[in-house]
């Protein structure tokens, strides 16, 4: 699974008409496009779902697609956008792609767009490239909830940090009380097990595409694989 980012980067205050999207794909076939509008100073969401090469806005219900693999694929409603965007701390709707993530390049493309300079991008500290897609993938994908300072408001389980420059994650030696996919049967498990990822929480949120909750509904297999050598050191 591939996920493309619109033009869109964090913080500031974006003017009316602004227009952020995110286009999942398989295979080389776009499936859906979520769409972000400013319009009258309030931000709008929609749903666009593909057919080769065109793509039909939805009535922002939940729709359950069958891929030509065979497996099924939900896309979330709507109403399910304001989960995370509508739960921020003082910021606008807009999670968005951070310098981090763009990269120098990507930042280069965007400098006509800003008044100020907005790099040099930040990097994982490491040469360890296990090291630098793990803790991207995190960042990307968890920090905006699993931080000191989460985005989001309503995290209700144990605080992690998955931030690209955390020293520490603070999972090592946390036992999990539960998690979302099989609570009674994974009840105890560490969250974070060096000697034995496979037997530890964090990567069977992953396996079971219980985590991230609404942006992602089918597991990122290269990406958990990475990072379960970096739990483990190799």
Request: charged share 20%; hydrophobic share 40%.
């Amino acid at each position: 699974m591939q996920l493309e980012a619109g033009t869109q980067v964090s913080g500031g205050e974006w003017p009316d008409g602004a227009r952020l999207w995110k286009t999942f794909s398989m295979n080389g076939a776009n499936i859906e496009t979520r769409l972000l509008e400013k319009q009258d100073g309030h931000w709008v969401g929609g749903v666009y779902l593909w057919d080769g090469d065109d793509a039909t806005l939805t009535d922002g219900r939940r729709v359950t697609l069958t891929l030509p693999s065979g497996e099924p694929y939900t896309v979330p409603s709507a109403a399910v956008c304001a989960d995370c965007h509508d739960a921020t701390r003082g910021r606008e709707w807009p999670l968005g792609v951070e310098p981090f993530q763009l990269g120098d390049t990507g930042i280069a493309e965007l400098a006509l767009v800003f008044d100020t300079p907005q790099g040099p991008a930040p990097e994982v500290d490491s040469d360890d490239p296990v090291v630098v897609a793990a803790r991207g993938w995190l960042h990307g994908n968890c920090a905006y909830c699993h931080q000191p300072g989460a985005v989001v408001q309503n995290v209700s389980v144990v605080m992690l940090d998955f931030r690209y420059d955390a020293a520490d994650v603070g999972l090592e030696g946390e036992v999990a009380q539960y998690w979302h996919a099989n609570a009674p049967a994974d009840d105890g498990l560490p969250y974070w097990d060096s000697d034995d990822p496979e037997n530890s929480a964090l990567v069977g949120i992953l396996e079971e595409g219980d985590m991230p909750p609404v942006a992602i509904w089918t597991p990122d297999t290269d990406a958990i694989e990475n990072i379960k050598q970096w739990m483990a050191g190799d």
